[in-house]
Antibody
Framework: EVQLLESGGGLVQPGGSLRLSCAAS????????MIWVRQAPGKGLECVSV????????YYADSVKGRFTISRDDSKSTLYLQMNSLRAEDTAVYYC?????????????WGQGTLVTVSS | DIVVTQSPDSLAVSLGERATINCKSS????????????LAWYQQKPGQPPKLLIY???TRESGVPNRFSGSGSGTDFTLTISSLQAEDVAVYYC?????????FGQGTKLEIK
């Protein structure tokens, strides 16, 4: 079965940086779009960033544009989210998920999430 | 951006009864070229990631019990649980994937009455 394993979360001070990773296995990673979704404590789901198959088009939520960068290394079957200039409002569980296609679509497999806490 | 709004925010239903959750998008998510509605439903239980239930507005994901069904077209959609079971207690989200950002509704918390 498809597996997605996020890592890289933790406690960081405001203004700091973190890089999240999502290690994928048991599917042809390069063929699928991927998404980062976050969930602030007690809140709903927010689409943070999307990347198409083979590093195709990318999308960022306005709330993270210019601060976050999504990327992928298809040779390692790994998705990344570089997060800079972190703010308290970025505190959330960050999930990676796999799309059903190469461009966009709904998301059929999700990781367990990694918690990012931005606090001094 | 397409705004997706769910109603109600919370819902309490007796075991064995029907539960209905509504989802409305600010613009149509129907692609006229393939006649598909780009709308999905997810279930999230505490401490777990979302789980895909329904896609293309009405297609049940493999392994999802047939008491879950989706309906609607254009801008108005419904998730129905025909006979509520205890394990269905969760927060339910709809999501449009017609255009980026792939916006989610705010969620509907489903509880047992």
């Amino acid at each position: 079965e498809v597996q997605l394993l996020e890592s890289g979360g933790g406690l960081v001070q405001p203004g700091g940086s973190l890089r999240l990773s999502c290690a994928a296995s048991r599917f042809t990673f390069r063929s699928y779009a991927m998404i980062w979704v976050r969930q602030a404590p007690g809140k709903g789901l927010e689409c943070v960033s999307v990347i198409g198959a083979s590093g195709g088009r990318t999308y960022y939520a306005d709330s993270v544009k210019g601060r976050f960068t999504i990327s992928r290394d298809d040779s390692k079957s790994t998705l990344y989210l570089q997060m800079n200039s972190l703010r308290a409002e970025d505190t959330a569980v960050y999930y990676c998920a796999k799309s059903i296609g190469g461009d966009v679509g709904y998301y059929d497999y999700w990781g367990q999430g990694t918690l990012v806490t931005v606090s001094s | 951006d397409i705004v997706v709004t769910q109603s109600p925010d919370s819902l309490a239903v007796s075991l064995g009864e029907r539960a209905t959750i509504n989802c409305k998008s600010s613009q149509s998510v129907l692609n006229s070229s393939n006649n598909k509605n780009y709308l999905a439903w997810y279930q999230q239980k505490p401490g777990q990631p979302p789980k895909l239930l329904i896609y293309w507005a009405s297609t049940r994901e493999s392994g999802v019990p047939n008491r879950f069904s989706g309906s609607g077209s254009g801008t108005d959609f419904t998730l129905t649980i025909s006979s509520l079971q205890a394990e269905d207690v969760a927060v339910y989200y709809c999501q449009q994937y017609y255009s980026t950002p792939h916006t989610f509704g705010q969620g509907t918390k489903l509880e047992i009455k």
